[in-house]
């Protein structure tokens, strides 16, 4: 199995539980960047983001080009912005041909849930197998804890 992780994170949530799945099925991990930047602070960060979202907004990837040939296994991992997964994502699946894989989805959220969020997720990513879903609440105020639910999570798809 030759595994790929990869995420979008504004503020680290995503990337402490990205980086423990990478470390669980011994996978690589992209963390997506864009040319646009959100504003971190202030009412302004959901505003921004929010509308991003829902005027279904693909934002430039920086990132270098990812080869999604030499990966039979993809894990997403997104924020979940209102309600639905981050943009980076959605530019993500419109800029790569991801299908055929084996696909495993993850999220991060204030407490809102994401169950929105995968099947929006889900439902953009046609022709995969999904192996699994699973989501956090704010996982860095319990790192620990969240680290371990990760790992155990990913640790499962190893062995398929
Ligand atoms: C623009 C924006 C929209 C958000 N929308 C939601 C939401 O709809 N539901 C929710 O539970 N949390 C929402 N959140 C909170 C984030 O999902 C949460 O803080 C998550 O852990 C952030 O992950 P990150 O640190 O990897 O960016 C939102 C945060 C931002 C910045």
Not at 6 to 22: D, H, P, Q, R
Not at 29 to 39: G, H, I
Request: proline content about 6%; overall charge positive.
């Amino acid at each position: 199995m030759k595994a790929l992780v990869v995420y979008f994170s504004f503020e680290g949530n995503t990337k402490l539980v990205a980086e423990k799945i990478s470390e669980a099925i011994k996978g690589d991990l992209v963390e997506l960047k864009t040319s646009k930047v959100y504003p971190k602070e202030g009412v302004g960060k959901f505003f921004w983001g929010g509308k991003s979202v829902l005027f279904g907004e693909e934002p430039e990837l920086i990132n270098p080009p990812i080869d999604m040939g030499q990966y039979d296994t993809v894990i997403i991992g997104t924020p979940v912005w209102a309600g639905s997964f981050a943009p980076p994502i959605k530019s993500l699946i419109s800029q790569y041909h991801i299908a055929g894989k084996r696909i495993g989805i993850f999220a991060c959220h204030g407490g809102g849930g994401a169950a929105k969020c995968f099947d929006k997720l889900k439902k953009a990513l046609p022709g995969n197998e999904f192996l699994g879903q699973i989501d956090f609440v704010e996982p860095k105020r319990k790192s620990e804890e969240n680290c371990r639910k990760a790992f155990t999570w990913a640790s499962g798809f190893s062995s398929l």
